[in-house]
């Protein structure tokens, strides 16, 4: 183990940000070295590495953190994989793989710029494709404890996480938010007892009613998990959302008690609901409770101490979802609906593109109990799939167009980008 630390130590790899950057002394700087990038007409002029990828590791994170060195390490296989599909179809633009534990891999390998600030804030696994490929669609009601214990800091940590959690619902996926003291309150209080789509326009909707939360009185976990219980059930009842994958996320400074009586009226024996509680704060008087709450409900417990430790220990919910994928061998292909990249275009202007990706897991037998190791995934411009629709089919005064699962317009004649 520690010669394997040893050989990762010395492993680097051509890192995003760095490739080309030289210290002041004139040499290559650590992680970067020289990238041979020369502009390309299929990337429109883009200067590209077509024989080589690239790693981006998202600014929060320590980029020779052995689990990225070791992840990058395994996945540099992917190069050879990348070269042949473009040498196969060189129809294809942008291939990549987005790990679960953060880095991106890209070809053809390009050099990424920071913002002003030094800053690059993409990071893989808050994007559409990597959610709707890493998880089935769920249901989740999110709990804010809002008793007087959360004043300050706390509460704001809270808000990050509640936030944290909702960029990783996609489109496939409903959810609500509850705040409770002594007191139940739904963040938007016109859509008591019901679940939403965890579209932006809900997900922005929600995010302005969390700063109207503030802190006061005494936590009664019980009730509002009996309020969490109840929604997800009558949802269920209904035949909308995911059916069969549902969630309780619990954001609080602590329990006073395991609230057992709670899951063995709503949750047990079947355990159908998986309960994700996040202990916000250093102290750990009342850690042991929301673990076992955790454990005895399939979930999983995380700690977060500090602002900074939000997104990582929200992420790690993902990996407990993505198990019964896992384990069934659903490897899914998904589309996303159209969005705007303007990097890409013939006439210089927006072009529409799709994203078609899949998960990738561990076929490790010692991984019964599911491991994701990430998503791999491809964008097409719309343009492309319109060439496949067979136009003398169509008649004179017909046409072809395509929309998503969810109601979003994929292909359409008169679907124009909106740039504002």
């Not at 922005?204 to 802190?215: G, W």
Request: proline residues 4%; charged residues 20%; hydrophobic residues 40%.
């Amino acid at each position: 183990y520690e010669y394997c630390n040893y050989c990762f130590e010395l492993y680097e790899y051509f890192n995003a940000v760095l490739i080309n950057e030289v210290d002041e002394e004139g040499n290559n700087v650590e992680l970067g070295g020289e990238f041979i990038l020369e502009p390309n007409d299929h990337f429109n002029n883009l200067s590209v590495n077509l024989s080589l990828s690239v790693v981006q590791v998202p600014t929060n994170m320590y980029n020779k953190d052995p689990d990225i060195v070791n992840g990058v390490y395994w996945s540099e296989a992917l190069n050879k994989v990348f070269v042949e599909n473009f040498e196969k179809d060189p129809t294809l633009i942008w291939q990549y793989f987005g790990s679960a534990k953060g880095f991106f891999r890209q070809y053809p390998g390009v050099k990424w710029h920071p913002d002003e600030h030094g800053v690059i804030g993409f990071d893989c696994r808050n994007r559409k494709w990597y959610i709707q490929a890493a998880t089935s669609p769920k249901d989740v009601v999110i709990l804010v404890d809002v008793s007087g214990s959360m004043k300050g800091l706390r509460l704001t940590i809270a808000r990050q996480t509640v936030s944290s959690i909702l960029d990783t619902l996609g489109d496939d996926d409903f959810f609500n938010i509850i705040a409770y003291n002594q007191e139940i309150h739904y963040v938007e209080p016109c859509l008591n007892g019901t679940l939403v789509r965890a579209d932006r326009t809900n997900k922005d909707h929600f995010r302005e009613h969390l700063d109207k939360l503030f802190a006061k009185g005494i936590g009664l976990l019980g009730e509002a998990l009996s309020e969490a219980f109840t929604i997800l059930n009558d949802f269920n009842q209904t035949g909308r959302g995911s059916v069969c994958s549902q969630a309780i996320m619990l954001v609080t400074d602590g329990a006073t008690e395991m609230y057992d009586d709670v899951f063995e009226k709503y949750n047990w024996p079947e355990r159908k609901v998986r309960i994700f509680p996040y202990l916000i704060g250093r102290e750990s008087a009342f850690a042991d409770n929301l673990k076992w709450m955790a454990c005895a409900n399939k979930g999983y417990f995380s700690q977060i101490s500090t602002l900074a430790d939000v997104q990582e220990n929200v992420m790690r919910y993902l990996h407990v979802m993505s198990r019964p994928k896992v384990i069934d061998h659903e490897h899914d292909t998904v589309w996303t609906e159209a969005y705007v990249d303007s990097a890409l275009n013939d006439k210089g202007g927006p072009s529409l593109m799709t994203t078609v990706a899949m998960p990738v897991f561990s076929t490790k037998n010692e991984t019964n109990q599911g491991i994701l190791l990430g998503v791999v995934g491809t964008d097409i411009p719309l343009q492309e799939l319109m060439k496949l629709i067979p136009k003398h089919m169509l008649g004179i005064h017909g046409y072809a167009f395509a929309i998503t699962n969810n109601g979003y317009i994929l292909i359409h004649p008169d679907l124009r980008p909106l740039v504002t």
